[in-house]
């Protein structure tokens, strides 16, 4: 699927002075600012249930609320896991998760965020990773990868049934998930579907399901990450102090007059301004007057400045991504409490990873994928980390 563009700026500026979304107005003032905001940028729309999107699903809408991961214990160690070379006196381990399929990959990844099952999974489609990358922010179950046509992939069916899942939902409308995909998924369970009308609407859509009234608009954070910089935004799921938003490219190149509401106390921006410029940043109102922007001078170095902002106090595991393959990277985003950096496939880690590394100071560092993903060259230089 190719996501539809957002409103071009007449459509946007007119949006502006139209006013907040009354569905915000309505149901959650707390929400208010974050559904204006959305609204002046075209990055609302409700939670719609699977028929209303067109599809066969019956179940209800996927009510707004405040998802809260369960503490999944400690996570055991893959049989592949070795001790990295120097022994006792190097304490990291690394291991590698040895598959390159990138279903079976986000399958495997979804082990390690819930070893003891969870109450729902996701589907989101692995050919566009929009809708994945944000759906990173839904903490009640793991993020699975699925093709946009056909039959659920067998890694992803076993995954469900392992998980004991209640119901599975699909992120996005029926071009991105279709209705068969999402049945053959669910296997009989309930299922579901977050969508709006485009990516930026979904994109809204799964904040309010994630956020639900808890979502302060008025001193908390949202993040924006760029539909053509998903490379810089490819890591913003283990960012969970707010929502992450996609800011549509027709966002004003000034700030209209008069713009209601807010999105947040904060938003910041995530990427450089090459994705996303200075103009489409600040045409997004902060309440507390706030935008600030979290870049590097490339992917690897953003990840790492990422990384940086959400584990100011290190992490005891660290997941390593392919930074030119990036399905890994954003089905990791349901990873919760654990820091992802991205890396080459070959060559040299950059020097901001391996800084980075060492400041989060792991206990264990875990590859995302086999050697297609992650070269045996870049796990050797992890292996020497001290």
């Known amino acids: ?30 929400l208010r600012p974050i559904l204006a905001v959305c609204a002046a940028t ?3 729309a409700s939670t719609v249930p699977a028929s209303a999107a067109g599809s066969r ?32 006196d190097t304490p990291v381990l690394v291991r590698r998760l040895n598959l390159n399929d990138v279903h079976a990959l986000a ?18 489609r692995s050919d566009d990773l929009t809708d994945a990358l944000v759906a990173g922010q839904l903490s009640d179950g793991p993020i699975l990868l699925v093709p946009s046509s056909g039959t659920a992939p067998a890694p992803v069916r076993a995954e469900i049934a392992r998980l004991k899942v209640a119901r599975v939902v699909a992120i996005g409308g029926e071009r991105a998930v279709p209705a068969a995909m ?38 908390g954070v949202a993040y924006v990450v760029a539909r053509s910089g998903l490379a810089d935004g490819a890591v913003s799921g283990q960012l969970v102090d707010g929502p992450v938003l996609v800011a549509p490219p027709a966002a004003g190149r000034t700030r209209p007059a008069g713009a ?21 940043l600040n045409s997004l109102p902060a309440s507390g007057g706030n935008v600030s922007r979290i870049a590097g001078n490339d992917r690897y170095a953003t990840a790492a400045s990422v990384a940086r902002h959400g584990f100011a106090s290190g992490s005891s595991t660290v997941y390593l991504a392919s930074g030119s393959d990036l399905s890994a990277a954003v089905a990791a985003g349901g990873i919760q409490g654990s820091a992802v950096l991205l890396v080459p496939r070959c060559g040299e880690v950059p020097s901001s990873v391996m800084t980075e590394l060492r400041r989060l100071a792991p206990r264990e560092v875990v590859l995302l994928g086999g050697t297609r993903q992650i070269c045996a060259s870049v796990a050797e230089q992890v292996s020497g980390l001290r």
């Open 182 to 219: 999402l049945a053959s998924a669910a296997n009989g369970r309930a299922t579901g579907r977050i969508a709006g009308a485009n990516g930026y609407q979904t994109a809204a859509a799964i904040a309010r399901v994630a956020f639900g009234e808890a979502a302060n608009g008025s001193g």
């Open 107 to 124: 399958a495997a990844i979804s082990r390690e965020a819930f070893p003891h099952g969870a109450s729902t999974a996701y589907l989101a």
């Open 42 to 44: 075209a990055m609302c």
């Open 1 to 30: 699927m190719r996501l539809k563009a957002a409103a071009d700026e007449d459509d946007v500026t007119s949006a502006l002075r139209r006013g907040p979304a009354a569905y915000g107005l309505a149901r959650c003032a707390l």
């Open 260 to 280: 209601p509401g807010a999105l947040a106390g904060t938003v910041t921006g995530i990427g450089g301004k090459g994705v996303l410029p200075d103009h489409v």
């Open 57 to 88: 699903d019956t179940d209800d809408p996927i009510s707004p609320r405040v998802l809260a991961r369960p503490d999944p214990g400690p996570v055991p160690v893959d049989e592949d896991a070795r001790n990295s070379p120097g022994g006792a």
